[in-house]
């Protein structure tokens, strides 16, 4: 469905130095993937999708979509994918419905087809009672799903949303999401998101991209990322500092530890799986009378695999503003 | 990715395979989308008689009283009103980038240009769009400055108005290329429009006869494309469809409108960054 080959762009500002913001870009998705591409603002990730719906030209390499190359046949490319971008596709003048039906006839509707198809959508999208406001007047969670049912409208067997969730509550963005996913299983499509909610990219992607500086540095499920990069943490604090090394001597032994580490009373400890080692080292513990005035297990969050890949967080960089608390890295 | 891939869905309205619309339907479509909220909220065009009548009722008699012996012809309203015409379309064409800002902003422009829709049909479309608005309140203008003893040919006046909209098209587009070029300060499209405009507007001869004017501002007229569909303006509605004047104000038009979309179009397709 997309294949890509050494894609490329640079951004050459009037002053400042030149932006590589897509370097050498190999991916290839297959049909009826759901793919998250993931990473920190000014990754890469919008100028990629940019890229791959003809919004801008690659500055070298390739990319075929659909069947078609994004700079030899854009047309064919425009015909057969849907984009929801980023900002509100709706124009803010216009009606609800008179925008799907435009939308529909712009893709070869004849206007009883157009308006027959709006009133499909608006009904999966439960945007009928909305159909003749304002787009103006709608809410931000009702503009986002109109804005989806416009990249709809020709049931493309390819969509590429970007930041589909942006500015939506939990609520909503749940709500956009069962919609979105009920809608590819009916009509078996490819989807491409980028989005830097790390949850968002964890639940509803099988696929994870994680892009940074204009590189992809991995490319598989959400849970094998966590697994080979990040993996399960144990926090253990010793009543005593001196009891620390013996702790950590027990910490080594959970199935699958390693990097284990001692810092003054803290004993940390990458293991296999944290909710069954941590009972097992405390029961040991408790067997050798060692004192433990704290325990914590982790899992791993796809921000640990971005930290485990780049050495910084997600987080901090203030890209992901996740609705989830915030769990701290240790 | 064809109609095989449609058939699987009975239950749904969907395209029958991948269409391709006309360059023209695609036009069409652009303006009437254009249109819809003129048409929901009408009252926008009532609006945009003020300026027009402003001028016709407290500009005219002035020019009536100070030069009306010494204007080509004779008649003022003959010589006033065609030209209160163009500018009506010169004031509407020029400020319908102003939209395109807007919805550059919010994403609607976007979502247009990744749909099969020609760019420059989309430009086209624009331009259209303002000059609807700009015919119906042509025809109010002219009608009710007939008690007025206004007279015009009919079919000049049909003429003109094809004009108006051809040189619309260029002054929309030209507009359009002004505010994708400034969109990320878009307080200069308004410095740069109104800075080019009135220069135009005084150096054609719309308001005030260039002839009384001193050698050099004559000069300058005559390098003003404005200028030449002004002059033609005037004699179509006079009556006097097969003069070089009208032929002149044609091909100024058609410049206009050829160099508009040339740098619409060009400008459009950097328009995505």
């Not at chain 1, 944290?274 to 405390?282: E, H, Q």
């Not at chain 1, 992901?320 to 701290?328: G, H, I, K, Q, T």
């Amino acid at each position: 469905m997309i294949r890509t080959r050494g894609l490329t762009k640079d951004f050459t500002g009037g002053k400042g130095p030149t932006v590589h913001a897509v370097r050498g870009l190999d991916l290839d998705i297959a049909p009826g993937e759901l793919v998250a591409v993931l990473g920190p603002n000014g990754a890469g990730k919008t100028t990629t999708i940019r890229m791959l719906t003809t919004l801008i030209a690659p500055t070298a390499g390739s990319a075929e979509v659909a069947g078609a190359d994004v700079a030899r046949d854009p047309a064919t490319v425009r015909r057969r994918i849907g984009y929801v971008g980023q900002g509100n596709g709706a124009g803010h003048a216009q009606r609800a419905v008179d925008e799907l039906v435009v939308q529909g006839t712009i893709y070869g509707l004849d206007r009883r087809d157009a308006r027959r198809r709006a009133a499909e959508l608006m009904g999966q999208l439960d945007l009928e009672p909305l159909a003749r406001r304002k787009v103006s007047d709608l809410s931000g969670g009702q503009r986002r799903r109109l804005d989806v049912a416009l990249g709809l409208v020709h049931a493309p067997r390819l969509l590429f949303l970007d930041e589909p969730s942006t500015g939506l509550d939990p609520h909503n963005r749940a709500n956009l999401w069962e919609h979105i996913l009920r809608l590819r299983e009916r009509h078996a499509m490819t989807v491409v998101l980028t989005t830097h909610y790390l949850d968002e990219a964890d639940q509803m992607a099988e696929r994870v991209v994680v892009v940074d500086e204009g590189r992809v540095i991995a490319d598989d499920t959400a849970a094998a990322l966590k697994h080979t990069l990040a993996g399960d943490r144990l926090v253990l604090a010793a009543a005593d500092p001196a009891d620390a090394p013996a702790l950590a001597d027990l910490a080594a032994r959970a199935p699958g530890a390693r990097g284990v580490e001692v810092e003054g009373a803290e004993v940390r400890a990458r293991v296999a799986d944290a909710p069954t080692a941590l009972p097992a080292v405390l029961a040991a513990a408790g067997a050798r009378g060692l004192a433990v005035a704290r325990a914590e297990g982790h899992q791993p969050t796809l921000d640990d695999v971005f930290l485990s890949l780049t050495g910084r967080s997600l987080r901090e960089e203030g890209a992901a503003r996740s609705a989830d608390p915030v769990e701290v890295a240790a | 990715m064809t109609a095989t891939t449609f058939e699987t869905l009975p239950a749904e309205t969907l395209p029958a395979r991948e269409a391709t619309r006309s360059w023209w339907g695609d036009a069409w479509l652009v303006m009437t989308r254009e249109l819809m909220p003129t048409l929901r909220d009408p009252f926008s065009v009532v609006f945009g008689l003020i300026q027009p009548v402003v001028f016709l009722g407290l500009f005219g008699p002035l020019l009536a009283g100070s030069v009306g012996d010494g204007l080509p012809g004779g008649d003022v309203w003959a010589w006033f009103v065609p030209g209160i015409l163009v500018m009506t379309t010169l004031f509407g064409t020029s400020t319908t980038g102003a939209n395109l800002l807007f919805e550059m902003q919010t994403g609607a422009h976007e979502r247009l240009l990744v749909t099969p829709l020609a760019r420059s049909a989309q430009l086209v479309g624009r331009s259209w769009k303002e000059m609807v608005p700009i015919v119906a309140q042509s025809v109010v203008v002219v009608a009710v400055m007939l008690p007025f003893g206004f007279s015009f040919s009919p079919a000049g006046a049909v003429l003109g108005l094809v004009l108006l909209a051809v040189f619309g098209v260029g002054i929309g587009s030209l507009s359009y290329a002004l505010a994708i070029a400034v969109r990320k300060q878009d307080w200069m499209f308004w410095v740069v429009q109104q800075t080019l405009l009135f220069p135009l507007l005084i150096l054609s001869g719309m308001l005030l006869p260039l002839e009384t004017g001193p050698r050099w501002m004559q000069v300058a007229a005559d390098l003003n494309p404005l200028r030449y569909v002004v002059d033609a303006e005037r004699a179509l509605f006079a009556g006097d469809l097969a003069s070089s004047t009208v032929a002149w104000g044609a091909v100024a038009a058609v410049l206009t409108a050829a160099a508009g979309l040339l740098v619409g179009v060009r400008t459009l397709a950097r328009s995505a960054r």
